[in-house]
């Protein structure tokens, strides 16, 4: 019995550090358990929500975006980008119904400018602050492929 007892003493005496060490570092170890699964959880999400979006936008064949009237030259269309451009930013300045007339004339040739350049854009599916963030998008693809959609004389 005592043999038993002095085993499990030493047991005990030899386990205890990494008890002790473990309860130092269960805080650190939890945290980092915590970041993994926050970091899971936020793929999970942006994977859902990018799933419904792909589900909401309907496939655009190639034919779909043809327009059946004569697309006027990119000098044309990056010209009247630059106008509309100066006057959508002037929004204090004009009715709430110019302005919206001016963003649709806008994204109008946005689009003309991405079928001629061949930059897929998707204006028309998308409302609200997809539109805005899908606007965005397609000024960087455009000014990628080489198209200035800014003045360079600033403003006026």
Sequence with gaps: MQ??????????????????GALMFADELLERLLVAIGRRRAGWRERRILGRLERRLPPTAPQALESPHPTPAIEQIAAALRRLDAQRLNVGT???ARHEAVLRAYDEHLRMACRCLGV??????????????????????????????????GPR
């Design 3 to 20: 043999g038993a007892q002095l085993v499990g003493a030493l047991l005990a005496l030899l386990c205890l550090p990494c008890v002790v």
């Design 94 to 96: 004009r009715s709430m």
């Design 120 to 153: 897929e854009e998707h204006l028309a599916e998308v409302e609200g602050i997809d539109r805005e963030i899908e606007r965005l998008r397609v000024e960087g693809e455009l000014q990628a492929a080489g198209l200035a959609l800014r003045s360079l004389a």
